[in-house]
Structure formats: structure tokens, C-alpha cells
């Protein structure tokens, strides 16, 4: 039997992040019989709980977050680390306040299809999750998703952006006639 401090640190990441990734999948399988549509619901419970995990990894690796680009390559690096180096992703700065994360490679929908489950469960844990950690990062900023690969579009794309306060609209003024 090798040694662990033999196996490569790349080879043990990422063996365990192919078992992060399969993890859902197994899970949806073995437990949606049981618990039907319910499963979704308690699933997100632990995709939002996971969140705050993350926002864990971004304190403790002092990873920034005070904009639309810092928060984007933050949720990069905290999805590669979580579930490993297949999450191939890039940012787009559209502006000083938006930021496009594109996803071209989800370790999350080989092996949940390898699994046997559907791209839009697959999609459920993936919006909770990043629903939930950009504004736990910075809650002056929010995600949205434009495209999933999850939903048979060829890449995934979500908007970072801030949250455009609605200005109140004022009765009194009003002109009379």
C-alpha cells in the first residue's frame, strides 16, 4: 500500500473533488424515490448551508469581494477548490459593476448524468449554491443565471452585479389640474 505523502497533492485533490462532484448525483439517485418532489427542498437546504462554506474558504484564503470582478473570481476559485480543477471557468467585465462568470466545464453535470440524474436537479443545487454565496460575499451584490449547460444551453453564464436600489416613487408630487 503507497504512502499518502507518495500520492501527488493534484492527484489526491483531484480523486476527492471527482467524489465531491459525484456526491449529489449518488444521493438524488438513491433518495428521490423515497422522498419524491420533497427532495428538492431539503436538498436546497444543504446547497444554501454549503454556501456559507464557501464563504468560509474566501475569509480564510483572504480572497477579495468588494466588487462585481473580486466577488466573480472569488466564486471561481472557491468552486475549483470545492469540486476541482475540471470546473473550467472565465470572467467578463462588463462593467465597473457587472461581471459575467462563464462556465464552459461543470464537473457537476458528467458525473450527475454518469449518475443518472437530470440537468435540472442539477441546476437547482447549482443556483442555490451561487444564489446564495455572492450575496453572502457582499451583500451589495447579487448573481443571476443568463444560460446553463444544465439546460442545454452550450455554456453556463451568471451576472454578477450590484443591487440597483429602486428609487421610491414619490406621491406627492403630483400636479394637480
Given at each position: ?20 462532484a ?19 427542498e ?5 446547497w ?5 462554506r ?14 462585481a ?33 462563464l ?6 453535470i ?7 440524474t ?22 451589495k ?37
Amino acid at each position: 500500500m503507497p504512502d499518502l505523502k507518495s500520492i501527488p497533492a493534484d492527484v489526491k485533490w483531484r480523486l476527492a473533488a471527482d467524489c465531491a462532484a459525484r456526491v449529489p448525483a449518488l444521493y438524488d439517485v438513491a433518495f428521490r424515490k423515497v422522498l419524491g418532489e420533497n427532495y428538492d427542498e431539503i436538498e436546497r437546504e444543504i446547497w444554501i448551508e454549503l454556501a456559507s462554506r464557501a464563504l468560509t474558504v474566501v475569509k480564510d484564503l483572504g480572497l477579495p469581494e468588494k466588487n462585481a470582478h473580486d466577488l466573480a473570481e472569488s466564486v471561481r476559485t472557491v468552486m475549483i477548490i470545492l469540486f476541482g480543477p475540471d470546473y473550467k471557468s472565465e470572467t467578463i467585465d462588463v462593467s465597473d459593476d457587472e461581471t459575467v462568470i462563464l462556465i464552459r466545464r461543470c464537473p457537476f453535470i458528467d458525473t450527475g448524468y454518469e449518475s443518472g440524474t437530470t440537468g435540472e436537479h442539477t441546476f437547482l443545487r447549482c443556483m442555490a449554491l451561487t444564489l446564495t454565496m455572492v450575496p453572502a460575499l457582499n451583500n451589495k451584490y447579487s448573481a443571476r443565471y443568463v444560460r446553463s449547460m444544465c439546460t442545454g444551453d452550450r455554456q453556463c453564464e451568471i451576472k454578477v452585479s450590484s443591487e440597483k436600489k429602486l428609487e421610491p416613487v414619490e406621491s406627492g408630487n403630483k400636479k394637480k389640474s
